[in-house]
């Protein structure tokens, strides 16, 4: 089992910055991929970015740019900056991981483990 647990989250004014972390246990097996996924009301949850056992990176075509994720495997964290918040970036904001395929790591069914989610509201 895996825990993970988000912090960072807030509201912030269109143009801003929020930097979003999730602390993981330390005994994480090395070959679990993670990724942030949001879901605002009405919506399906979407991936956002996710990274894999080797540091690659993918991202949605909406944050391309705009977001960065990184994983520090000394603190147990992931981490995800968000630079130029739009409004659109609202939403509940949740840290995933799994023993997922690279083709799986923007998709929803790729994860096992989740955390308790972080909003993000951007005016």
């Known amino acids: 089992h895996v825990q993970l647990v988000e912090s960072g989250g807030g509201s912030v004014q269109a143009g801003g910055s929020l930097r979003l972390s999730c602390a993981f246990d330390?005994?994480?097996?090395?070959?679990?991929?993670m990724a942030w996924f949001r879901q605002a009301p009405g919506k399906e949850r979407e991936g956002v970015a996710g990274?894999?056992?080797?540091?690659?990176?993918n991202y949605a075509d909406s944050v391309k740019g705009r977001f960065i994720i990184s994983k520090d495997r000394a603190q147990a964290t992931l981490c995800l900056q968000m630079d130029n918040l739009t409004s659109d970036d609202s939403a509940m904001y949740y840290c995933?991981?799994?023993?997922?395929?690279?083709?799986?790591?923007?998709?929803?069914?790729?994860?096992?483990?989740w955390g308790q989610g972080t909003q993000v509201t951007v005016s």
């Open positions: 990274i894999d056992t080797e540091d690659s990176t």
């Open positions: 330390a005994y994480t097996p090395a070959n679990v991929r």
């Open positions: 995933a991981a799994g023993r997922t395929s690279w083709w799986l790591l923007l998709n929803v069914a790729g994860y096992k483990y």
